[in-house]
């Protein structure tokens, strides 16, 4: 049972029918001092039947990978925006990933309350390559590919979990968290992966050992989303109606942003590290690391966006509750 309440928690505290964003809901003003940024609506995806929970550009931006409640992958190629789609989930699909490579994409979705099921698609043929049932994980949450592509992290019910992607040869699990573990990532260079939970805390593990390195404590509810800077010195983290900016070697919180007033989706630093795009209950945000502060968009995004991706050269994908995919120049 205890599986069960907490992914339903999951489900109502991320996946919930949201009402929109207006003057009425809470949803923070500009600050008219702030600068505008560089963004352009270059057009929307359409494909989807249901809301979308998950997507993320490959490695040089040409590839964008989409999953979501009604239980199937789409492979968008960005030039002509033709996608695939891959079926074979019996539920809906929280977490999607692309290999570094660009060979495979990795979906994670649950069979039952408890079970959680990963698949491994090869993206050249749309063929299934395998399948894995993970008892007492829940739904997966997050998954994740490792830099250099020989491991697939992933994460559920109070779990963390890392796997060779040749062999599907356990490497290690840890069970730290007392809470579902909603997001999971890996730093720039391989070292370290990075998990938030729903217990507020987020937990930095050595990849080689799996040895928990530290505990960032700072938020006061449940971590939701993780995005590594490209040079693997900061970890922003998402949560209700805030962002935190973490130094990675000192462990210290280096920024708090605080201009959301509901959950934070999901985060993700732009290429060159100066910039971080939110997707959130009122559309999305972006911010000016260095300076600490929200910049003002040149256009009106007020859809729900519970992911957000942003690709080598500067395209953010955003998608949420109306099941299509929105994508902008952030150059």
Known sequence: MKYLNLMMLSTLLLFATLSGCNNNTGCSSWNKGNPVAKMTELETLIGHTGDIYSLTFN????????GG??????LWNIPDKQFLSLEGHSNQISSVAISPNSSFVAS??????DTGEIKLWDIASGGLIFQLKESGLGSILSIAFSPDGQFLAYSGYVSVILRELATGHLIWVRREHTGDVRAVTFSPDGVYIASGSFDST??????????????????SKPVTSLSFSPDGDLLASGSSGEIKIWNIESGTETAT???????VYSVHFSPDGSMLVSGCHCGIKLWDVK?????KLPLQIEDVVFSVSISSDGMIAAAGQNGSIKLYDLN
């Open 202 to 219: 987020i937990k930095l593990w050595e990849v080689s050992s799996g040895r928990e390195i530290r505990t960032l404590i700072g938020h």
């Open 69 to 74: 409640q009604d239980h199937t992958i789409k």
């Open 59 to 66: 490695n040089d931006g040409t590839m964008l990978a989409s």
């Open 257 to 263: 942003l605080t201009r959301h007033t509901d959950w």
């Open 108 to 113: 994670g979705s649950f069979l039952e309350p």
């Open 291 to 295: 300076k600490g502060i929200e910049l």
